[in-house]
């Protein structure tokens, strides 16, 4: 069983339209993000949540807007998309605070390319 | 400035070579993440620590709190170590992790 899956693998869009990334994962773990990975393979947070309440939220442009309906589920929506959105993208879970012998685990990231 | 800086940035090495990757960082954490990506995206993380060593096959993370330094080695490297190395933190009073921008390691038959 996949501990964070992560869907669509790829996805690919025009201009000014509206998408949405699933992510859910089975761990039990209190603590979901998303990070947004560049051309540079560098990771930047955008949110996180802890039992469905937000804890951080970058200066992300307010396009973007996570919807957590249970503590499993993270999913994020992007409206009025732009060229300067496509990245790969990365949903993650640990155990809140990171404190425990506990692993990081990412999903297999979506590559968002924007037309 | 970046909290976490790796070196080197880009590692090519020889089939069999005994590699190191270094991470420094500036703020006190509880805890130190390696992660591995593949070519082609997966993000797995390889070790979490908050001191001394840990091994795992081939693979050796070290920690020095003190001088806020980790290095992870790979002892008798193959060409499907290939992949970059990311180095995370976790700060004692922060509330999200902090990464460095990454090795890409290469290893040649």
């Known amino acids: 069983d996949t501990a964070v899956s992560q869907t669509p693998k790829y996805l690919v869009t025009q201009m000014g339209n509206d998408k949405s990334i699933k992510c859910e994962q089975n761990?039990?773990?209190?603590?979901m993000y998303w990070y947004k990975q560049d051309s540079k393979k560098f990771l930047k947070i955008m949110f996180s949540?802890?039992?469905?309440?937000?804890?951080i939220n970058e200066t992300v442009p307010n396009r973007f807007s996570p919807k957590s309906p249970d503590k499993a589920h993270l999913n994020l929506h992007i409206n009025s998309l732009e060229l300067g959105d496509s990245a790969v993208y990365f949903c993650?879970?640990?155990?809140?605070?990171?404190?425990?012998?506990?692993?990081?685990?990412f999903g297999s990231g979506t590559q968002l390319s924007v037309l | 400035k970046n909290e976490v800086e790796q070196s080197p940035q880009n590692l090519t090495a020889q089939e069999g070579e005994f590699i190191t990757i270094n991470c420094s960082y500036s703020?006190?954490?509880?805890?130190l993440h390696w992660l591995q990506q593949h070519p082609g995206g997966g993000i797995v993380s390889l070790f979490m620590?908050?001191?001394g060593k840990k091994k795992h096959g081939r693979l050796i993370a070290t920690i020095n709190i003190q001088e806020k330094h980790s290095s992870l080695h790979i002892t008798a490297s193959h060409p499907r170590d290939s992949a970059v190395y990311i180095c995370?933190?976790?700060?004692?009073?922060?509330?999200?992790?902090?990464f460095g921008t990454g090795t890409s390691l290469t290893v040649i038959p």
């Open positions: 993650a879970s640990s155990q809140w605070g990171a404190n425990l012998d506990e692993k990081l685990f």
């Open positions: 620590l908050s001191s």
């Open positions: 949540y802890n039992n469905k309440e937000l804890i």
């Open positions: 995370a933190v976790y700060p004692n009073t922060g509330n999200q992790f902090y």
């Open positions: 761990l039990g773990h209190d603590t």
């Open positions: 703020v006190g954490i509880s805890a």
